[in-house]
């Protein structure tokens, strides 16, 4: 009995099951890889926004890490929603104590609907603790843009911006182009040296929330299963343009994807 790949997530709670640890959870799980969770606060949360935000105690996020880590490990593991600098300065030391490889550091910081997901003053923890730690950081054009002082709104903006971030100690940097104006949707991977670009059309839909948890979930539960990071990036973008075209159309504001997705 070949032994099933495990993966970590390391995020919020969304109450609406769109985005945080329950998007990452189900995506997991529909790729066939055993999730665990570490959650680092509560969200009152749907798809018209987030109504409250309830931070655990810092000690409370290292805890669960440890106690998963100690007995069942992980293949792989992303982090999410982190709010302030102390969750990312106590997840960087348990990601180091365990000597975690495989992370994906997914830098939420604004839900769709605008709140504040990341406190400003834990912008810097996140370059300076957790970005060295990463084998993939995934932000999206306006993560992107807090993280460099940047303006990236163009492909060939992105090119520059992943040069920036990479600087920072990211391994390779994922990033997600679902911002971008225009009728098409494109993601660039820099792995330091080249450039990988994967393009395809935008798909008219109000229904994106949690597009960019997903997203990188998708690529997490890959990289725990052993696929080498380009396939696992491609397989990703294939699974969350499914996720986005075959959403199940709920809620009155943004809607979650289909984490039932079907790619090959
Ligand atoms: N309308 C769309 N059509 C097709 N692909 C999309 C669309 N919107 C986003 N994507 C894809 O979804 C992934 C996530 O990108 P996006 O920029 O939406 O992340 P995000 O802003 O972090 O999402 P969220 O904040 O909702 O979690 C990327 O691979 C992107 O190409
Ligand atoms: C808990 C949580 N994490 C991430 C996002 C980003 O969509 C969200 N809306 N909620």
Redesign the pocket.
């Known amino acids: 009995m070949q032994t099933i790949a495990k993966a970590l997530t390391i995020a919020g709670s969304d109450s609406g099951g ?2 945080g640890i329950q ?1 990452d959870l189900k995506t997991f799980h529909q790729l066939g890889v055993y999730g665990m969770s570490a959650i680092t606060a509560i969200t009152a949360q749907n798809t018209l926004g987030v109504a409250g935000v309830y931070p655990l105690p810092t000690e409370a996020v290292s805890h669960q890490m440890r106690e998963v880590l100690r007995d069942l490990g992980a293949d792989a593991a992303k982090t999410g929603m982190l709010f302030d600098a102390a969750i990312i300065k106590a997840v960087s030391e348990e990601i180091r104590t365990f000597g975690l490889k495989k992370l994906v550091v ?1 830098p ?1 910081m ?3 609907g605008g709140a504040k997901l990341l406190l400003d003053e834990a912008i810097a923890a996140l370059k300076t603790d957790l970005l060295p730690l990463a084998e993939v950081v ?6 992107a843009e807090c993280m460099t002082g940047m303006e990236i709104r163009t492909p060939e903006e992105m090119r520059e911006g992943a040069r920036a971030i990479h600087a920072l100690g990211a391994r390779n940097v ?1 990033m ?5 104006e225009g009728d098409t ?3 660039i991977l820099f792995d330091g040296t080249n450039f990988y670009e ?1 393009a ?6 109000r229904h ?9 979930a998708a690529l997490t539960a890959e990289l725990a299963k052993n696929t080498p990071l380009v396939g696992a990036v491609e397989k ?2 294939r699974f ?2 499914e996720a ?2 075959t959403a199940p159309q709920i809620g009155g504001g ?1 809607g979650p ?1 289909n984490h039932w997705a079907v790619v090959e």
């Open positions: 769109g985005a998007a997914d939420v604004i839900a769709k995934t932000p999206n054009l306006p993560e994922l997600k182009g679902g911002h971008l949707v494109v993601d994967l395809h059309e935008r798909i008219q839909t994106t929330h949690g597009t960019g948890c997903t997203f990188s990703a973008n969350i343009f986005i075209k943004h994807t």
